[in-house]
């Protein structure tokens, strides 16, 4: 079992910038990739950005050239994703995700974002 909690969501304004955090525990050494997805009401869950074992990135369009995925780089385990130029567009839940060498997924319970003046 790996036990995923985000932190960071909350209001900005458009055009501020928010830093969200993912910290795992439990089985950690099944974690191969990690990932940010978000939902926003009456919409399909999407991926945002993901970061694999190598620590290579991946993003969608949506957050490319805004959004940023890295790792703490003292505990390897902490997933962040910065988000800068946040637009009214981007409010929604968003989920930190693992996938394991057993072929499971882990998700965590969300983090709320909103973008509003």
């Known amino acids: 079992q790996v036990h995923l909690v985000e932190s960071g969501g909350g209001l900005v304004q458009p055009g501020g910038s928010l830093r969200l955090s993912c910290a795992a525990s439990g089985n950690i050494d099944s974690m191969y990739d990690m990932a940010w997805y978000r939902q926003a009401p009456g919409k399909q869950r999407e991926l945002v950005a993901q970061?694999?074992?190598?620590?290579?990135?991946?993003y969608a369009d949506s957050g490319k050239g805004r959004f940023t995925i890295f790792r703490d780089n003292a505990n390897k385990n902490t997933i962040y994703l910065r988000m800068n130029n946040l637009k009214p567009e981007d409010p929604a839940i968003f989920l930190c995700t693992t996938a394991t060498l057993d072929g499971r997924n882990y998700w965590g319970q969300g983090t709320q974002v909103t973008v509003s003046s």
């Open positions: 970061i694999r074992r190598d620590d290579s990135t991946y």
